[in-house]
């Protein structure tokens, strides 16, 4: 992940099951309480973190 970061999210459903284009945006909400988006081809991976 040269130059990338990692987003803590609240809702770890971030694509709802339905199929959503490369280019598309998607809205994820922050653990902090605000909303993002950034497209589906910029997302590069997705874990699970537990305290």
């Known amino acids: 992940m040269t ?12 694509l709802d099951g339905r199929a959503v284009a490369l280019e598309e945006y998607i809205v994820l909400h922050l653990q902090e309480g ?8 910029d997302i590069v991976g997705i874990a699970e973190y537990e305290d």
């Open 3 to 14: 130059g990338g970061f990692v987003v803590p999210v609240a809702d770890l459903a971030i």
């Open 34 to 41: 605000g909303r993002t988006a950034c497209r589906k081809n």
